[in-house]
C-alpha cells in the first residue's frame, strides 16, 4: 500500500521479470535485464548487485493481508505492567510466534529511549516482550509510562474488507499484459511497506533501502539505497516518507 494523497512523481510503465509478479502497491522495485530489455521485479536485499533500483510498484494490491499501526500504550502503575495493543495478530515476516520475530519497535517518551525487544522470559529494565496475542509486558520500571509502539499487524479477511474493501474480481490490465506501473522520477513516496522494528529516525545516513520482498529496510547490508527518510511514521499516518530522484529505464 501507499499513501496516493501525500505521493507524487512520474508514473511509468514497465514490463514485469518472466517468472516474477508484482502483489502489492507501495514495493520497492529493482532492474532486470531480460533478452536485452530492461523489466522489473521486487527487490530482494541483501545484495548491491542484485539489481538497480528504479522506483515503486503502482498498480494493484492482491490482498492486504496485514498493516502498520502506530499507538500509545500507557503502562498501569501497579501490577501487572502490561498493556493490551489494539491487535490480538502481530505480524511475523518469518513467521516465528516469539517477540524478537514480531516486527515491533517500543519508544519509551518518559525517558526518551527505545526498549530492547526480548523474547527470554520476563523482560528487566529497558526491555520488553510482545506475546503472540499482541498483549506488551515491560519491567516494573517501565511503570505508570507511555510509550509509543511501531508494529505490524496480520488482518483477517474481514478486516480487510471493512479498512481496504475488496479488491475487483477480474484481472487488472496490468496483470493480463504483464506489465506494473512505476512511481519513478523527482518523487515523494509514502509506502506502508517497510519494516516496523526499526528506529526510522536514526537509519544510516538517513536513507531507506530495498529489502527482501519489495519492503524497505533501514539497514544497508549491501542492499540498494531507495531514496532519503522524509517522514517517519506517526499515529496519524502510518507511512514511510522517502524522497527520491531516479528514472525507470
Not at 475487483?168 to 517497510?194: D, H, P, R, S, W
Request: charged fraction near 15%; aromatic fraction near 10%.
Amino acid at each position: 500500500m501507499y499513501n496516493l494523497q501525500r505521493t507524487h512523481g512520474t508514473l511509468l510503465e514497465k514490463q514485469v521479470a518472466t517468472g516474477f509478479s508484482i502483489d502489492r502497491e507501495g514495493v520497492c522495485l529493482i532492474k532486470v535485464m531480460e533478452g536485452g530489455i530492461a523489466k522489473v521485479k521486487k527487490s530482494t536485499g541483501g545484495s548491491a548487485g542484485a539489481g538497480v533500483f528504479v522506483g515503486f510498484a503502482v498498480s494493484d494490491n492482491e490482498s492486504i493481508a496485514s498493516e502498520p499501526r502506530v499507538e500509545s500504550a500507557v503502562i498501569p502503575a501497579t501490577g501487572p505492567f502490561a498493556v493490551q495493543l489494539s491487535s490480538t495478530t502481530p505480524f511475523s515476516y518469518t513467521g516465528g510466534t516469539t517477540s524478537t520475530t514480531f516486527e515491533v519497535a517500543v519508544y519509551d517518551t518518559n525517558t526518551a529511549a527505545w526498549l530492547v525487544n526480548t523474547s527470554a522470559g520476563a523482560p528487566s529494565t529497558t526491555q520488553f516482550v510482545l506475546s503472540a496475542a499482541g498483549m506488551l509486558y515491560v519491567n516494573t520500571g517501565t511503570a505508570a509510562h507511555t510509550l509509543t509502539v511501531y508494529w505490524r499487524v496480520n488482518l483477517t479477511v474481514a478486516e480487510a474488507k471493512m479498512k481496504y474493501y475488496e479488491r475487483n474480481i477480474n484481472n487488472t490490465a496490468g496483470v493480463t499484459l504483464g506489465q506494473v506501473g512505476v512511481m519513478c522520477g523527482a518523487c515523494e513516496f509514502y509506502t506502508y511497506e517497510y519494516e516496523n522494528n526499526i528506529n526510522w529516525a536514526a537509519t544510516t545516513g538517513g536513507n531507506a533501502y530495498c529489502g527482501s520482498d519489495g519492503r524497505v529496510t533501514g539497514s544497508p547490508s549491501g542492499s540498494q539505497v531507495c531514496g532519503s527518510v522524509i517522514k517517519t511514521p506517526t499515529s496519524d499516518d502510518a507511512s514511510l516518507g522517502i524522497a527520491f530522484n531516479v528514472m525507470a529505464i
